[in-house]
């Protein structure tokens, strides 16, 4: 199967290798998850599981429908499903658990996050542009400047960099490799930087570039 888990982003801290290379590393909290459901090519046309990360204590903070799905399903109610593409001869089943173990030293992961929201931001800070002089009368500073054609064809072209809502989108960021994994507390240290704030979702899977 295609390994991936969710996980929770503890933060940022640096380990050192045998021979005194500092790495820094990202710690991630990787489950334990739980297989809430399985697609079958036979049912749904594709294979795939559903995993259930951060498992709700209090009853009463399950909304109905949601109680409905996970009593069918026959497994506790979780805050995040996700769901992630397998082989079809995947030896998962309903239930069962999955935690960082899926995982070793050495091994090459793609990392999903929501980045951190900045709010509307100016085109200097979104786009990096330069801006204007600072100085001798200049009125042009940090502004966007010229967006269209005067005559022809008279109009701003779909796509100008433009003042707007920055941060908060979904990146993923490839190719990074597994310094370290602590069983005893399903944690995973990451080499780099990896998307979203401290305590943010994350889904980290087997990288698809070779």
């Not at 709700?56 to 069918?72: D, Q, R």
């Amino acid at each position: 199967m295609a390994r991936a888990i969710i996980g929770r982003k503890v933060g940022m801290t640096q380990v050192f290798t045998a021979d005194g290379t500092l790495i820094p590393v990202t710690v991630v909290q990787a489950g334990p998850c739980v297989v809430v459901n399985k697609r079958t090519v036979e049912k749904n046309g594709y294979s795939a599981v559903q995993l259930g990360f951060d498992k709700i204590l209090k009853e009463k903070k399950v909304n109905c429908p949601a109680k409905g799905y996970f009593k069918k399903q026959g497994v506790d109610a979780h805050k995040v499903l996700k769901e992630f593409r397998v082989a079809d001869d995947t030896s998962l089943e309903v239930g069962q658990e999955v935690n960082a173990t899926l995982f070793a030293e050495g091994d090459v992961v793609d990392v999903q996050g929501t980045s951190i929201g900045k709010g509307f931001q100016g085109v200097v800070k979104r786009f990096g542009f330069a801006g204007g002089p600072k100085t001798h009368g200049s009125h042009f500073h940090r502004e966007p400047g010229s967006i269209g054609m005067c005559e022809f064809p008279g109009e701003t072209e779909k796509g100008r960099p433009m003042p707007g809502r920055m941060g908060g989108d979904k990146v993923t960021v490839q190719k990074l490799s597994v310094v370290k994994v602590i069983p005893e507390t399903n944690l995973i240290l990451v080499k780099g930087a990896i998307p979203g704030h401290d305590n943010g979702i994350v889904f980290i899977k087997e990288t698809v570039k070779k």
